[in-house]
Protein backbone atom coordinates (compact mmCIF):
# COMPACT_ATOMS: atom_id res chain seq x y z
CA UNK A 1 0.00 0.00 0.00
CA UNK A 2 2.86 2.18 0.31
CA UNK A 3 2.76 3.12 -3.60
CA UNK A 4 -0.63 4.56 -2.84
CA UNK A 5 0.65 7.47 -1.36
CA UNK A 6 2.75 8.51 -4.02
CA UNK A 7 -0.24 7.74 -6.43
CA UNK A 8 -2.18 10.59 -8.40
CA UNK A 9 -6.12 9.86 -7.98
CA UNK A 10 -8.03 10.96 -11.20
CA UNK A 11 -9.91 13.71 -10.27
CA UNK A 12 -14.38 13.43 -10.41
CA UNK A 13 -14.63 14.85 -14.34
CA UNK A 14 -12.00 12.24 -15.50
CA UNK A 15 -13.41 9.65 -13.74
CA UNK A 16 -16.60 10.05 -14.69
CA UNK A 17 -15.58 10.51 -18.11
CA UNK A 18 -14.10 7.43 -18.29
CA UNK A 19 -17.19 5.71 -16.57
CA UNK A 20 -19.42 7.16 -19.62
CA UNK A 21 -16.51 6.14 -22.33
CA UNK A 22 -16.49 2.65 -21.25
CA UNK A 23 -20.35 2.42 -20.72
CA UNK A 24 -20.40 3.42 -24.02
CA UNK A 25 -18.24 0.57 -25.32
CA UNK A 26 -19.78 -1.87 -23.04
CA UNK A 27 -23.07 -1.31 -24.66
CA UNK A 28 -21.86 -2.33 -28.22
CA UNK A 29 -19.80 -5.46 -26.46
CA UNK A 30 -23.97 -6.02 -25.12
CA UNK A 31 -25.66 -5.33 -28.55
CA UNK A 32 -22.40 -7.80 -30.14
CA UNK A 33 -23.24 -10.49 -27.73
CA UNK A 34 -26.64 -10.14 -27.76
CA UNK A 35 -26.59 -10.57 -31.80
CA UNK A 36 -24.66 -13.61 -30.53
CA UNK A 37 -27.84 -15.39 -28.61
CA UNK A 38 -30.37 -14.18 -30.89
CA UNK A 39 -28.66 -15.71 -33.55
CA UNK A 40 -28.59 -18.99 -31.71
CA UNK A 41 -32.27 -18.93 -30.58
CA UNK A 42 -33.07 -18.89 -34.27
CA UNK A 43 -33.69 -15.58 -34.64
CA UNK A 44 -35.86 -15.42 -31.92
CA UNK A 45 -36.51 -12.56 -29.49
CA UNK A 46 -35.03 -13.68 -25.99
CA UNK A 47 -38.33 -13.43 -23.41
CA UNK A 48 -38.36 -10.86 -21.23
CA UNK A 49 -37.27 -10.75 -18.04
CA UNK A 50 -34.89 -13.93 -18.56
CA UNK A 51 -32.80 -14.30 -16.05
CA UNK A 52 -29.87 -16.58 -17.46
CA UNK A 53 -30.13 -13.86 -20.39
CA UNK A 54 -28.83 -11.38 -17.50
CA UNK A 55 -26.35 -13.73 -16.10
CA UNK A 56 -25.39 -13.86 -19.70
CA UNK A 57 -25.21 -9.97 -19.95
CA UNK A 58 -23.33 -9.98 -16.64
CA UNK A 59 -20.68 -12.34 -17.49
CA UNK A 60 -20.00 -10.34 -20.79
CA UNK A 61 -19.57 -7.19 -18.47
CA UNK A 62 -17.42 -8.80 -16.50
CA UNK A 63 -15.35 -10.19 -19.47
CA UNK A 64 -14.71 -6.72 -20.71
CA UNK A 65 -13.96 -5.09 -17.90
CA UNK A 66 -11.63 -8.42 -16.01
CA UNK A 67 -9.74 -8.62 -19.79
CA UNK A 68 -8.99 -5.24 -19.74
CA UNK A 69 -8.07 -4.79 -16.33
CA UNK A 70 -6.00 -7.81 -15.72
CA UNK A 71 -4.26 -7.40 -19.72
CA UNK A 72 -2.65 -4.01 -18.77
CA UNK A 73 -4.06 -2.21 -16.24
CA UNK A 74 -6.81 0.09 -18.57
CA UNK A 75 -9.87 -0.24 -20.18
CA UNK A 76 -10.26 2.01 -23.35
CA UNK A 77 -11.68 4.62 -21.82
CA UNK A 78 -8.96 4.46 -18.82
CA UNK A 79 -6.15 5.00 -21.89
CA UNK A 80 -7.33 7.65 -23.14
CA UNK A 81 -7.57 9.44 -20.12
CA UNK A 82 -4.07 8.08 -18.91
CA UNK A 83 -6.03 6.16 -16.16
CA UNK A 84 -4.20 2.76 -14.57
CA UNK A 85 -5.44 0.38 -12.38
CA UNK A 86 -2.99 -0.64 -10.62
CA UNK A 87 -2.82 -3.45 -7.51
CA UNK A 88 -1.59 -2.72 -4.02
CA UNK A 89 1.25 -5.19 -4.56
CA UNK A 90 3.02 -3.53 -7.64
CA UNK A 91 2.44 -6.55 -9.58
CA UNK A 92 -0.32 -7.22 -12.20
CA UNK A 93 -3.95 -7.24 -11.26
CA UNK A 94 -5.34 -10.37 -11.35
CA UNK A 95 -8.85 -12.55 -12.24
CA UNK A 96 -9.71 -12.51 -8.48
CA UNK A 97 -8.63 -8.77 -7.94
CA UNK A 98 -10.58 -7.46 -11.14
CA UNK A 99 -13.90 -9.88 -10.11
CA UNK A 100 -14.05 -8.35 -6.31
CA UNK A 101 -13.67 -4.60 -7.94
CA UNK A 102 -15.91 -5.69 -10.86
CA UNK A 103 -18.54 -7.08 -7.90
CA UNK A 104 -17.82 -4.51 -5.50
CA UNK A 105 -18.34 -1.69 -7.91
CA UNK A 106 -22.11 -2.80 -8.75
CA UNK A 107 -22.65 -2.66 -5.23
CA UNK A 108 -21.21 0.86 -4.52
CA UNK A 109 -22.81 2.23 -7.79
CA UNK A 110 -26.33 1.82 -6.30
CA UNK A 111 -26.40 4.11 -3.62
CA UNK A 112 -26.20 7.35 -6.44
CA UNK A 113 -22.83 5.90 -6.52
CA UNK A 114 -21.65 6.82 -2.57
CA UNK A 115 -18.91 3.87 -2.74
CA UNK A 116 -17.07 5.68 -5.84
CA UNK A 117 -17.87 9.10 -4.28
CA UNK A 118 -15.96 7.81 -1.19
CA UNK A 119 -12.53 8.11 -2.71
CA UNK A 120 -13.35 12.46 -3.05
CA UNK A 121 -15.38 12.39 0.20
CA UNK A 122 -14.04 9.73 2.74
CA UNK A 123 -10.86 10.56 5.16
CA UNK A 124 -8.80 7.74 3.41
CA UNK A 125 -9.40 8.91 0.03
CA UNK A 126 -9.81 5.37 -0.87
CA UNK A 127 -13.35 3.70 -3.02
CA UNK A 128 -14.83 0.35 -1.63
CA UNK A 129 -13.92 -1.03 -4.72
CA UNK A 130 -10.22 -0.03 -4.61
CA UNK A 131 -9.97 -1.26 -1.03
CA UNK A 132 -11.74 -4.40 -0.84
CA UNK A 133 -9.97 -5.66 -4.21
CA UNK A 134 -6.69 -4.58 -3.41
CA UNK A 135 -6.41 -2.47 -6.62
CA UNK A 136 -6.46 1.55 -6.97
CA UNK A 137 -7.01 4.16 -10.00
CA UNK A 138 -3.83 6.30 -10.76
CA UNK A 139 -3.26 9.22 -13.41
CA UNK A 140 -0.44 9.65 -14.86
CA UNK A 141 -0.48 12.78 -16.88
CA UNK A 142 3.38 12.12 -18.44
CA UNK A 143 2.29 8.45 -19.60
CA UNK A 144 2.83 7.41 -23.07
CA UNK A 145 0.32 5.14 -24.80
CA UNK A 146 1.81 2.08 -25.12
CA UNK A 147 0.14 0.18 -28.68
CA UNK A 148 -2.84 -2.16 -28.14
CA UNK A 149 -1.56 -4.67 -30.04
CA UNK A 150 1.89 -6.04 -31.96
CA UNK A 151 -0.11 -4.26 -34.88
CA UNK A 152 0.12 -1.31 -34.05
Known amino acids: MSSLVNSIRPGPF ?5 VVYDLLLLLSSWLLATLLIVALNGGEAIGQGNPFFFGYLFLVSFAFYGWFWTHGGQTL ?5 RVFLLSYSNGPVTWQQAFLRFAVS ?5 PLGLGIWWQYLGKDKISWPDSLSGTYLHYSKDSKNKPVSRLS
Not at 14 to 18: A, G, S, Y
Not at 106 to 110: E, G, N, S, T
Request: proline share 0%; charged share 15%.
Open 14 to 18: RHLII
Open 77 to 81: GMRSW
Open 106 to 110: IIACL
